[in-house]
């Protein structure tokens, strides 16, 4: 199909889930998108250790753009997949992340746009792609923007989320309850924010077995929204955990226990 490029300064929505990852509005024409994140604490794992699934809000963002920014008129876009890979260690240090996205594939129905995120030294520290399908219609424009609500300094993603772990038999489970700060302008939670929180409870069901994993990739499928005023839970369970490599199976519920996300988290072991 005929590709029609959109002005991305009129059709970004910036929330809060980007203030609360310091996430930066994006930028580009046509195809081609970038966006920067500033690091720190809020990119902390329950453990203290640096999360890969802090970068699920740049990523849906400047990924996600590349292939609404040639969407056809009337018709926005919703992620179905999200697949990342992890190259470097992130840095939490206040330093800039940047992330480039561009278009892949695009048809009457959704696109594919794919991306890579930056550190300050230019070392690139993820790779990854997203797929979207277009629904009719267009949000409000600027429902997003950010207001004088404070948001604060999260200090971890337990902090962020304002999120309880518990241990299960089959692995762990992270519960947490959908509030304004997490919403898109839709008042789902934000698809990078799901991404965020199936990566810690993957992540914490691997090293449960005392194995010092590191998340190497993260694929996340969305079935539906996660909407707001009810109890999110995240459940993590292990398909596999060797002594180099482990893949949990993460399930993103609602209130009735309808799966909102289904996410496979796998890590490799260090040290």
């Known amino acids: 199909m005929q590709q029609t490029p959109l002005s991305l300064t009129a059709a970004i929505i910036y929330g809060r889930p980007e203030r609360l990852l310091r996430v930066g509005s994006v930028s580009g024409n046509g195809a081609a998108t970038s966006g920067v994140m500033t690091t720190g ?3 902390l794992g329950p453990e203290g250790t640096p999360s890969a699934g802090s970068l699920g809000v740049l990523v849906d963002d400047v990924f996600g753009y590349a292939v609404m920014a040639a969407k056809p008129e009337g018709l926005w876009g919703v992620s179905t997949d999200i697949f990342v890979e992890f190259c470097a260690p992130l840095p939490t240090d206040g330093s800039p992340l940047r992330a480039e996205g561009e278009l892949v594939q695009l048809d009457q129905h959704g696109g594919l746009g794919r991306g890579r995120v930056f550190d300050a ?3 690139v520290v993820a790779i990854g792609t997203e ?3 277009f629904v009719p219609g267009t949000p409000m424009l600027g429902a997003g923007q950010p207001d004088d609500e404070p948001l604060g300094l999260a200090d971890g993603a337990l902090d962020l989320f304002a999120g309880e772990v518990r241990a299960t038999d089959a692995g762990v489970v992270l519960e947490f309850d959908v509030v304004r700060r997490l919403a898109n302008p839709l008042g789902n ?9 199936s990566e810690v409870a993957g992540l ?9 994993f590191i998340t190497t990739s993260v694929h996340i499928s969305y079935l539906r929204p996660a909407g707001p005023s009810q109890r999110m839970s995240v459940e993590a369970t292990i398909d596999h955990r060797g002594r180099t490599v482990g893949i949990a199976s993460v399930v993103a519920r609602n ?9 496979t988290v796998t890590g490799h072991a260090v040290g």
Request: hydrophobic share 45%; glycine share 16%.
């Open 189 to 197: 939670v934000h698809g990078g924010l799901l991404f965020y929180a």
């Open 131 to 133: 797929r979207l399908r």
């Open 204 to 212: 914490l069901a691997l090293r449960a077995g005392g194995t010092p």
């Open 41 to 43: 604490p809020w990119m």
């Open 255 to 263: 209130a009735a226990g309808k799966p909102c996300t289904i996410a």
């Open 121 to 123: 030294d230019g070392t």
